[in-house]
């Protein structure tokens, strides 16, 4: 594993502290000798892969802090506020995949709107410890770049107690609004235009081409379900898409042979979407994905385990993490 590991550092020369590429993600090849480290077993690493950085695990202790110092609450009460899986109601009225296609299509075809490099999420995770109750970790982040390159950053740890209370008002610039703690906060100058990030060259048009745009950066997206959905997933931290790129992301979804509809779920958000479920096999996980029924919007991407996990106090059916876009 020693070598492995120093292949990794070769392939991710960049320091964690270095200038704007602080925390941005490994490059496709530092991805790809990642997957090589040995695991237990699949299934354990899928759980495992919710095990998050220092600097989540920092975002919960300064809530914590905050909450305790003003008097509003405590880390216990934090640690408690876990949040519960959504719940989807089938009905008659329920929009098939297949026509929520075909509505992204025509939104596609009436507009000549563009993606647009930023994004604006809630993410909702937890941090485990073997033996010990595991503790939600809520932030909100919100990235925005400007056509000559310069870009900036602000993420806010979020009070789990309120889920669905933005903390973050979206301007010029962006601020912080009630119940949160920013976290991190940077400008980048211009030029830099997410040069060092996932994904950073403009996503192509055509469900096929944006599999493989996909793929560069996640290896098993062209193959594996469960990894085109979590290559969609990071694509939408970077990018906010525009209806042809929201047309293909959908499209690509109904390619995925086990992806079932589950019906209409309101989410954390307050709004109501369509929603999918997927089961991986053998992975111990299973993704909830909630779509805007009328342009095919990614609006939730929800993860639960499908099986206990004594280790770390959870239970089938336990949210492992959760992303909401806000725009």
């Known amino acids: 594993m020693t070598d492995e590991l120093d292949l990794l550092r070769e392939a991710n020369p960049v320091s964690a502290d270095t200038g704007p590429w602080r925390d941005r993600p490994l490059d496709a090849r530092a991805e790809l000798l990642l997957r090589r480290l040995p695991s237990r077993d699949r299934g354990r690493r899928t759980v495992r892969r919710a095990v998050w950085s220092l600097e989540a695990v920092a975002a919960a202790t300064i809530l914590a802090l905050a909450l305790t110092v003003s008097g509003t609450g405590s880390p216990s009460a934090v640690a408690a506020s876990r949040p519960l899986p959504l ?3 089938a009905s008659r009225a329920d929009v098939s995949l297949t026509e929520i ?13 563009k993606s647009r490099r930023g994004s604006h999420l809630r993410t909702w995770s ?3 410890e073997s ?3 595991a503790v939600t970790l809520p932030q909100e982040s919100l990235t ?11 993420e806010v740890a979020v009070d789990p107690r309120h889920p669905d209370r933005p903390v973050i008002a979206d301007g010029t610039p962006p601020r912080a609004v009630h119940d949160g703690k ?9 030029g830099i235009n997410g040069a060092n990030e996932s994904y950073f060259e403009d996503p192509p048009a055509g469900a096929s081409a944006l599999r493989a745009y996909l793929a560069v950066w ?9 990894e085109l959905i979590s290559a969609i997933e990071a694509f939408l931290e970077v990018w906010t898409p525009g209806p042809r790129q929201r047309a293909d992301i959908v499209a690509l979804l109904s390619r995925i042979e086990g992806l079932r509809p589950a019906g209409k779920v309101t989410d954390r958000l307050g709004r109501v979407g369509q929603a999918f479920r997927f089961t991986p096999a053998s992975s111990g996980m299973r993704y909830l994905i909630v779509l805007d029924p009328d342009d095919g919007n990614v609006l939730d991407v929800e993860e639960t385990i499908t099986r206990d996990d004594p280790e770390y106090k959870l239970k089938a059916g336990d949210v492992m993490s959760y992303k909401a876009w806000v725009s």
């Not at 296609?101 to 709107?113: C, F, G, K, L, Q």
């Not at 925005?144 to 602000?154: F, H």
């Not at 920013?182 to 211009?190: F, I, M, T």
């Not at 098993?220 to 469960?226: Q, V």
């Open 87 to 89: 719940v989807a109601h």
């Open 101 to 113: 296609v075909r509505r992204a299509r025509a939104a596609a075809e009436s507009s000549a709107e």
């Open 126 to 128: 937890l941090s485990m």
């Open 131 to 133: 033996g010990k109750d």
């Open 144 to 154: 925005r770049w400007e056509p000559d390159g310069s870009g900036s950053l602000l």
């Open 182 to 190: 920013v976290l991190r906060e940077a400008k980048y100058p211009a």
């Open 218 to 226: 996640s290896p098993g997206a062209d193959d594996d379900p469960a």
